[in-house]
């Protein structure tokens, strides 16, 4: 089981940059994979990025290629995703997930997820 826990969302405006944290209990944290994924109002949640269990493997959905950094710390059992530029388009409620695989990035295999955080930009 892991449990989890995000924060660092809020109103920011275009252009402006955000870090999310994703605290994590449980005995498996440092076995997992970690994803973020995100669901903007009235669409479908989708995948944002992922890192494997010893951070030597990342992936981003192409939208925020280059924008997003996905990093972990095992030592803290913490997730971060590091967001700049960013763009009303990334206005989300954005989840953390683990995996019960230590390295994929398929949605169907982020078995455990935090409650979410906004995010919010403004133009």
């Known amino acids: 089981q892991v449990q989890l826990v995000e924060s660092g969302g809020g109103l920011v405006q275009a252009g402006d940059s955000l870090r999310l944290s994703c605290a994590a209990s449980?005995?498996?944290?440092?076995?997992?994979?970690m994803g973020w994924f995100r669901q903007a109002p009235g669409k479908e949640r989708e995948f944002v990025a992922f890192?494997?269990?010893?951070?030597?493997?990342?992936d981003y959905t192409d939208s925020v290629k280059g924008r997003f950094t996905i990093s972990r710390d095992n030592a803290k059992n913490t997730v971060y995703l590091q967001m700049n530029s960013l763009k009303p388009e990334d206005t989300a409620v954005y989840y953390c997930?683990?995996?019960?695989?230590?390295?994929?990035?398929?949605?169907?295999?982020?078995?455990?997820w935090g409650q979410g955080t906004q995010v919010t930009v403004s133009s």
């Open positions: 890192v494997s269990w010893n951070g030597g493997n990342t």
């Open positions: 449980g005995r498996t944290f440092s076995s997992s994979a």
């Open positions: 997930a683990a995996s019960i695989d230590p390295y994929s990035s398929h949605a169907n295999t982020y078995h455990y």
